[in-house]
């Protein structure tokens, strides 16, 4: 029920058909107002989300004092998949060259996320997993880059063990921490395909197929979506997907099952 009749309803009971008139464009008024006001908020988190995915993005590619061009490249296309463009693209670049700065507030920079993102699971793991991203592009996830991912995880409330498990996903996607397919040794990579599943080399099939489904069921962009995961998440979302269905893949053709 719109504000505007509830204001006409108010309106004929206490004013007749003069009152009707009134109430019913007071609360026209008041309508528009509303909608104002959470269009406006809607803005503000989005450009908040936007500024600190990657400011403390660039603070996490800093850690090894390096940043390669292969992690300002991942950067960019974090962009495309969150489709920025015009002011945002820029705030975002902004927003990544600010967080390399010596003298960045990495800790409130993450909870600030946490308070945008108001516990939203799928939200935080998606944000998690474009931070590994970036420091994994260039090949290799540096003891520094892995502590500060660490500690990030923490302050949203996962752990380390979700991180090893981001990781291992990305290694055995990629075929290294961000190099191509070829550039690590099979075995490895599907020791990681074992752990990003949460599974091991002495389970079963059925074993490996339960975990693949419940993974992939949970990571699904329409399921993650329906928990609130914003449409502009959802390129990310579909990477995932792509991941956890390469590790998967990787173990099927090793063990030779269907």
Same mark, same amino acid.
Do not use: W
């Given at each position: 029920?719109?504000?505007?009749?509830?204001?006409?309803?108010?309106?004929?009971?206490?004013?007749?058909?003069?009152?009707?008139?009134?109430?019913?464009?007071?609360?026209?008024?008041?309508?528009?107002?509303?909608?104002?006001?959470?269009?406006?908020?809607?803005?503000?988190?989005?450009?908040?989300?936007?500024?600190?995915?990657?400011?403390?993005? &660039?603070?996490?590619?800093?850690?090894?004092?390096?940043?390669?061009?292969?992690?300002?490249?991942?950067?960019?296309?974090?962009?495309?998949? !969150?489709?920025?463009?015009?002011?945002?693209?820029?705030?975002?670049?902004?927003?990544?060259?600010?967080?390399?700065?010596?003298?960045? %507030?990495? %800790?409130?920079?993450?909870?600030?996320?946490?308070?945008?993102?108001?516990?939203?699971?799928?939200?935080?793991? !998606?944000?998690?997993?474009?931070?590994?991203?970036?420091?994994?592009?260039?090949?290799?996830?540096?003891?520094?880059?892995?502590?500060?991912?660490?500690?990030?995880?923490?302050?949203? &409330?996962?752990?380390?063990?979700?991180?090893?498990?981001?990781?291992?996903? !990305?290694?055995?996607?990629? &075929?290294?921490?961000?190099?191509?397919?070829?550039?690590?040794?099979?075995?490895?990579?599907?020791? %990681?395909?074992?752990?990003?599943? &949460?599974?091991?080399?002495?389970?079963?099939?059925?074993?490996?197929?339960?975990?693949?489904?419940?993974?992939?069921?949970?990571?699904?962009? %329409?399921? !993650?979506?329906?928990?609130?995961?914003?449409?502009?998440?959802?390129?990310?979302?579909?990477?995932?997907?792509?991941?956890?269905?390469?590790?998967?893949?990787?173990?099927?053709?090793?063990?030779?099952?269907?």
């Amino acid at each position: 029920m719109s504000l505007a009749f509830i204001g006409a309803l108010i309106g004929l009971f206490t004013g007749g058909p003069f009152g009707l008139l009134v109430g019913g464009f007071i609360g026209y008024l008041i309508a528009k107002a509303v909608q104002s006001v959470v269009i406006g908020s809607l803005r503000v988190a989005q450009t908040e989300l936007v500024a600190t995915t990657f400011s403390v993005m &660039g603070a996490l590619c800093k850690a090894d004092n390096v940043v390669t061009r292969d992690e300002i490249k991942m950067a960019e296309q974090a962009f495309d998949m !969150l489709r920025l463009h015009g002011e945002q693209r820029d705030l975002a670049k902004a927003a990544f060259n600010k967080g390399k700065q010596p003298g960045f %507030d990495l %800790d409130s920079a993450v909870d600030r996320f946490a308070a945008i993102s108001r516990g939203r699971g799928p939200l935080v793991q !998606l944000f998690l997993q474009m931070q590994c991203m970036a420091v994994a592009a260039d090949g290799q996830i540096h003891p520094a880059e892995h502590s500060m991912l660490v500690r990030i995880a923490g302050r949203l &409330g996962l752990t380390e063990q979700d991180v090893a498990q981001l990781e291992s996903l !990305l290694r055995a996607a990629m &075929g290294g921490a961000g190099g191509s397919r070829s550039s690590m040794p099979t075995k490895d990579r599907l020791d %990681d395909a074992y752990i990003a599943l &949460g599974v091991t080399p002495e389970s079963e099939p059925a074993q490996i197929k339960r975990a693949y489904r419940r993974l992939i069921s949970k990571n699904h962009p %329409d399921k !993650l979506a329906a928990r609130g995961l914003p449409e502009s998440m959802r390129a990310v979302a579909e990477e995932r997907s792509r991941e956890i269905n390469s590790a998967y893949d990787l173990i099927k053709s090793s063990r030779g099952f269907v």
